[in-house]
């Protein structure tokens, strides 16, 4: 909050308060931003049930569950005499967490990869880039089938597929953030390093890695978000339902007799999505402790 | 560590102690005591493994996920009647991006399971499928309509909102309208409504009639409770109008287990076909008579499955094979006929089909089965009720 500077500078002793209430005004806002998310799901499903307004489409318990039955889902069986709906979902979850985390690994690491190889050749960067750009121009969709099947021809498991999928969305953002970041340190620095002879080798370690750290971290949190889209989407054409995505589809099918079980699967993906962009945030938070960022 | 330190380091480090040189001897010792023990290991798998006589590997891709509709190979799978006739199956299960006649002929999977009418509609785009064994000998779809609206009969279908599935899945109802003199392209005659794969349009009345298998959808409608009353809809509250029933006599046939056509030409995979067709009648016999125990196979394989759903589906996935008076298999006389006229009619396909069916291989193993003292035919088998569950649960 900007009109807390001031104070903060002020005393000493005022700092240390002022230090906690920051943190607390945080918590604070994400409160109030569910609870306003909440209210307006319910204030809209009341209004359009009361008025029996149908557009843009018919609202009910069916098409938008109250809040409240979408959380109690969880501890639902989803079978007679069966677990909780939570236990099988969290199976999924983990199961299509491998997928995704597998594929954001192999996404960093070529993404990351073909920004050094671009950074070191204009020729490569100038021929290459725009292909770059294409690949990610093309639907997930449409590829997800042909990625699964070329490969599962060349007996290549179901969930390493998959893994590919989620690379596929994860290295573009990487690539090009890297790329940049690659390029960012201070040109006087470059002037430095060249002046005492540095090889490539340790001009790329030294200066343009560290310098590009902070550009990397921002793709790969929305790479680790991308990794569980593609994940879940994979996983249909791979003829896999150990996942979130086959639960998508299982409850799908059966929406209009537990319309909540797939409201509650399409909280735990989000969820997952946030898990994985909150463990890069926290790498992210230990690599750069002194950050430009952090120093604000 | 500069490099001077370095070359004393590895300069005396050979026979500086004395001790030092004892603890390297037993680290070779052991790391060989190890390796030996490895290979000794390895050696042992290697040499049981021939014993087994290698099992010949087959795909079995199915038309959906995981569902009673294919108890019958999970029961063929658990029940090891696949491993006792030298192969082993891998069961794929299908989804919405998947169409299994296209999985087979990519040969990704040597056997598929899909309605009779698609194998056909990609036979004539040019792949070159057989269908080998007709598991289902009768149609599973239905049309319903709500007791209360009156439609007690197809004719009354006339100018109301009729819902069917789109993409191959129209034929039946539209040889039943047309049987009643109401043409299905004509907007003037009926409006038809493109349905999504679930029962909401239905349930909301904003269709008069809707499609619903007898092992699915139905279900749907049952296991869900009736706003007005709070309680469960039964079949009082409905018309079904079944479409093997003879009064409509438009089915068409459904679930068939396919390869491709070069594939079987071979010698060797027509034995295949024999044997895996032999294991998985048998799976299918055996959950004819052990209902409960197949739907806890089919559960354990679809870990989100409601088993009340999966109960009734089973029961009514019987109902669709059992009785088959020629055995198990083998399709009923003329209904391979109809099914190719209905689908020629309504335009899935263009000419009467040549070669998509060869019955001999499931013929041969039904009469092993029949050997073997299995009860093939299934005449005493009667329809269980099968109470519902709400949700499915």
Redesign the interface.
């Known amino acids: 909050m900007w009109w807390n500077a001031r104070h903060m500078e002020a005393a000493a002793s005022e700092r240390r308060v002022w230090k906690v209430v920051p943190g607390l005004s945080k918590l604070a806002t994400y409160a109030i931003v569910i609870v306003a998310l909440c209210a307006a799901w319910e204030g809209y499903k009341w209004l359009w049930e009361t008025t029996g307004w149908t557009w843009p489409f018919?609202v009910d318990d069916?098409t938008m569950p109250h809040l409240w039955d979408i959380l109690k889902a969880f501890g639902e069986?989803?079978?007679?005499?069966?677990p909780a709906l939570i236990h099988?979902l969290l199976?999924?979850a983990w199961f299509t967490a491998k997928e995704a985390i597998a594929g954001f690994v192999l996404g960093a690491v070529v993404g990351f990869a073909l920004a050094v190889l671009l950074v070191h050749s204009r020729l490569l960067e100038r021929g290459l880039l725009p292909y770059i750009v294409a690949s990610q121009t093309v639907p997930i969709l449409a590829i997800?089938?042909m990625v699964v099947?070329g490969l599962?021809?060349k007996g290549v498991e179901g969930w390493k597929a998959v893994a590919v999928l989620a690379a596929y969305l994860t290295f573009f953002p990487v690539a090009i953030n890297a790329l940049r970041g690659l390029q960012s340190a201070d040109p006087r620095a470059f002037e430095l390093m060249e002046s005492y002879a540095s090889s490539r080798w340790s001009i790329l370690w030294r200066l343009r890695v560290p310098a590009s750290l902070p550009y990397l971290f921002t793709a790969l949190k929305i790479s680790a978000t991308a990794s569980v889209i593609g994940a879940i989407i994979g996983e249909?054409?791979a003829?896999i339902?150990e996942g979130l995505g086959?639960?998508i589809?299982?409850?799908?099918?059966?929406?209009?007799?537990?319309p909540t079980?797939l409201w509650a699967t399409n909280i735990v993906c989000a969820v997952l999505g946030l898990v994985l962009f909150g463990a890069v945030a926290l790498t992210e938070r230990l690599v750069l402790r002194r950050a430009p960022e952090h120093y604000a | 560590m500069t490099r001077v330190q370095n070359g004393n380091h590895a300069a005396d480090g050979v026979a500086r102690n004395p001790e030092e040189g004892e603890l390297r001897k037993q680290w070779v010792m052991a790391v060989a005591v190890l390796a030996g023990a490895a290979f000794a290991a390895w050696v042992a798998v290697a040499a049981a493994a021939p014993e087994q006589k290698a099992a010949t590997k087959v795909n079995l891709?199915l038309k959906w996920?995981?569902q009673a509709q294919f108890a019958g190979y999970y029961a063929a799978l658990e029940k090891g009647y696949y491993d006792k006739e030298g192969l082993d199956v891998t069961i794929?299960?299908?989804?919405?991006?998947?169409t299994p006649e296209t999985v087979v002929a990519?040969?990704?999977a040597e056997f598929g399971v899909d309605w009779l009418p698609s194998l056909l509609a990609t036979r004539e785009k040019g792949s070159n499928l057989v269908s080998i064994a007709q598991v289902f000998a009768r149609s599973g779809m239905t049309e319903l309509t709500w007791r209360d609206s009156g439609i007690d009969t197809i004719k009354k279908m006339r100018g109301k909102k009729v819902g069917v599935w789109c993409c191959g899945n129209e034929p039946e109802l539209f040889a039943a309208l047309n049987k009643n003199g109401i043409d299905p392209k004509n907007p003037n005659d009926v409006t038809i409504v493109n349905q999504p794969?679930?029962?909401?349009l239905f349930?909301?009345r904003q269709v008069d009639a809707a499609a619903a298998m007898t092992y699915n959808e139905l279900a749907?409608v049952l296991?869900?409770k009736n706003p007005k009353t709070g309680k469960l809809y039964t079949m009082k509250d409905l018309n079904v109008f079944m479409m093997s029933d003879p009064k409509v006599g438009t089915g068409m046939l459904e679930d068939n287990l396919f390869v491709r056509g070069d594939w079987i030409a071979e010698k060797a995979n027509q034995a295949t076909a024999v044997k895996f067709l032999k294991a998985s009648f048998k799976g299918w016999v055996y959950c004819r008579d052990h209902r409960a125990e197949c739907v806890s196979f089919v559960?354990k394989s679809?870990?989100?499955?409601?088993?009340?759903?999966q109960t009734w589906m089973m029961n009514e996935i019987n109902a669709l094979i059992w009785p088959n008076p020629k055995g198990i298999g083998l399709p009923p006389a003329g209904a391979v006929a109809q099914t190719t006229k209905i689908a020629k009619t309504y335009g899935v396909i263009t000419k009467t089909p040549k070669g998509a069916t060869n019955y001999a291989y499931a013929a041969r193993a039904v009469a092993q089965l029949k050997k073997e003292g299995v009860d093939v035919l299934g005449k005493k088998w009667k329809k269980a009720v099968v109470k519902v569950?709400p949700?499915?649960?």
């Open positions: 018919l069916t069986p989803v079978t007679t005499g069966g099988p199976d999924a997800a089938p099947i599962g021809s249909t054409p003829s339902q086959g639960a589809v299982n409850f799908n099918q059966y929406y209009s007799l537990q079980f | 891709q996920v995981t794929k299960v299908g989804g919405p991006s998947i990519g040969k990704r794969f679930d029962m909401q349930l909301k749907q296991e869900t559960l679809g870990s989100l499955l409601g088993k009340g759903h569950t949700g499915g649960k």
